[in-house]
């Protein structure tokens, strides 16, 4: 996996595919650290910081992880079924990693109309959205950590086959993964510190994460 790595120091178009690479993943690395953000910050404020670090930590193991097993990763995008439907511009078949986005679109939407919902009206309701307040405000770290594990996996998939189809060498990947995530460790605390002190914001950041999910 390693061997030739001496020659991408001086290959100017390695550089330029690391750049470009990190820039994406960095890009990509957002929505991921905005959710994670948004869900630390209903801990307990002794609990957010290590909830953050052990959140974007496994983001990282996760990714590379995914890179380890490249070949199955590109297995993904292979076709499992196709419902037979075509028309100009689209088609109807779906992989591997189209359910996986699919669903965890879904659970992203669901989770982001869920804080809005909180967001607008904290008074007690019978509704679905509202039946479980445990759901809403989460006070247990583990079921934290459980679902930025979730979403962790669909964005860290989502980010390896974006970095395959930009370049076929594994450490280039593997360096702009770890500078991404390096990134999203520093702006974790100031940016989940500048949502919570500011509600508007919040809204902001779950319309974006209602906007990725869909």
């Given at each position: 996996m390693f061997e030739g790595i001496a020659p991408l120091l001086t290959d100017p178009a390695a550089w330029a595919a690391l750049i470009t690479l990190v820039i994406m993943e960095v890009v990509l690395g957002i929505d991921n650290l905005i959710f994670i953000s948004i869900l630390s910050n209903k801990l307990p404020p002794e609990h957010r910081q290590r909830t953050r670090r052990i959140?974007?930590?496994l983001a990282l193991f996760m990714r590379l992880g995914l890179l380890a097993t490249i070949g199955w990763i590109i297995g993904l995008t292979v076709p499992v079924f196709d419902l037979g439907l075509s028309g100009a511009g689209w088609e109807t078949s779906f992989s591997w990693r189209d359910l996986?986005?699919?669903?965890?679109?879904?659970?992203?939407?669901w989770k982001a109309t869920k804080e809005i919902h909180h967001t607008v009206d904290t008074t007690p309701s019978t509704e679905l959205l509202e039946k479980n307040k445990k759901d809403v405000v989460i006070n247990n770290v583990g079921a934290a950590i459980f679902q930025i594990i979730l979403l962790?996996?669909?964005?860290s998939i989502d980010s390896i086959l974006t970095a395959v189809g930009m370049t076929d060498h594994v450490p280039i990947m593997m360096?702009?993964?770890?500078?991404?995530?390096?990134?999203?460790?520093?702006?974790?605390?100031?940016l989940a510190n500048f949502i919570e002190k500011n509600p508007t914001v919040v809204m902001l950041a779950l319309g974006f994460l209602l906007m990725i999910g869909t």
């Open positions: 959140g974007i930590g996986i986005l699919i669903a965890g679109g879904l659970f992203l939407v962790d996996l669909v964005f360096v702009a993964v770890v500078f991404a995530v390096l990134c999203m460790l520093l702006a974790a605390d100031p």
